[in-house]
Each structure stands twice: as structure tokens, then as C-alpha cells.
């Protein structure tokens, strides 16, 4: 499976390694992921979420429930 938050659709960026010679080689930043369970209230189950600690902030901030709706509402989330 690819490296992407299920949340919030964060995937690896591309950029350049630059040393002091000003030399720029290919590298990605990937994205700082965890595969992690939620319980769902309303639907009284857990699911298993692979998602980025920005989104862990995210539901800690706002509820699972709301970020799990906004996802499912943008197209990332499919349950």
C-alpha cells in the first residue's frame, strides 16, 4: 500500500538534496504516517486508519467523527 494518509490525501513530496557545493540530487519527503485504530460511535465498530500525525492532531482537536465525515465528503475515505 502507498504511503498516504487516508484522512487527509497527504502523500511524499519531491525535492532536492543540496550540499554545500550548491550539488542538488532527487529525494522525497515522505510523510509521517501511523497505522492506527479509532472507534466509530455511530457506526459502534473500530476501523484501522493509516494516517498522518497531522491528522491524529486533527481529530484530537475537532472528534473522529467530524474529521471521518470531512474525509468521506473530499473522496479520500471509501467506507
Not at 532527487?26 to 472507534?39: E, I
Request: proline content about 1%; overall charge positive; charged content about 30%.
Amino acid at each position: 500500500m502507498s504511503r498516504v494518509c487516508e484522512l487527509t490525501g497527504k502523500r511524499a513530496m519531491v525535492g532536492n538534496n543540496v550540499s554545500h557545493a550548491m550539488n542538488k540530487t532527487k529525494r522525497k519527503f515522505n510523510v509521517n504516517l501511523f497505522k492506527k485504530r479509532f472507534y466509530l460511535p455511530e457506526e459502534d465498530k473500530w476501523v484501522t486508519l493509516k494516517v498522518s500525525a497531522s491528522a491524529i492532531k486533527n481529530i484530537n482537536k475537532r472528534g473522529i467523527s467530524a474529521v471521518v465525515k470531512e474525509a468521506r465528503a473530499k473522496g479520500f475515505l471509501n467506507q
